[in-house]
Each structure stands twice: as C-alpha cells, then as structure tokens.
C-alpha cells in the first residue's frame, strides 16, 4: 500500500485548504485512515482520524475548524481545514492503520501566512 498526499500550499490567516491523501491497494475501506502534523522542530501529532466505521476523532486545536472525511470508492480521505491560524504552519501527513500496523503518506507543507 502506498499512500499519496496532496492539497498543502500558502494561505492566508482565516483561509481555507483541503488535502487529500489517495491509496493504493485493496485494504483501504477496511483501515483507519489519520491526518497527523508536524510543526517545524516539534513532535508529530494527530490532528484527526476518521475509522473504517467512521468514527471521527480531533485534537482539541483544530475542533470546529477541520473536517475528515474517506471516500472509500475513491480510496482517498480528506482533510477539510477552515480557519487557518498561523499556528496550523506545518507539514501534514497522512496515515493508513491497519492489524496495528501504519503505514505513511509522504508529507504535505501547509503553511499559513500573511
């Protein structure tokens, strides 16, 4: 399984931007998919996670903000993020889980500036 991110760029305080990350394989309707962050010299950290089931799951930073979605048939998950702040400046990488294993997307820079 191999998983492709896409959607990062420049944007400004308050806007918006949607990643998405696509996977290859059989597996994908059947795994937990996660966007996770890493801000510049920091530890990476989950933003949010959707199940097989879809059960959505957010860090307290981007709740009402960020939106996770899949789209099985397209074996592609989103990340819907809205309201931009500064501090959402850092690379976004996707997350396929599945039988406790993880696989990586490579990552995506979001960087959000005025």
């Known amino acids: 399984v191999q998983l492709q991110a896409s959607g990062g760029g420049l944007v400004q305080p308050g806007g918006s931007l949607r990643l998405s990350c696509t996977g290859s394989g059989n597996i994908f309707s059947i795994a937990d998919m996660g966007w996770y962050r890493q801000p510049q010299g920091k530890q990476r950290e989950l933003v949010a996670d959707i199940s097989s089931g879809l059960t959505t799951n957010y860090a307290d930073s981007v709740k009402g903000r960020f939106t996770i979605a899949r789209d099985n048939a397209k074996n592609t998950v989103y990340l819907q993020m809205n309201s931009l702040k500064p501090e959402d400046t850092a690379v976004y990488y996707c997350?396929?889980?599945?039988?406790?294993?993880?696989?990586w997307g490579q990552g995506t820079q979001v960087t959000v500036s005025s």
């Open positions: 997350n396929l889980r599945i039988a406790q294993s993880d696989i």
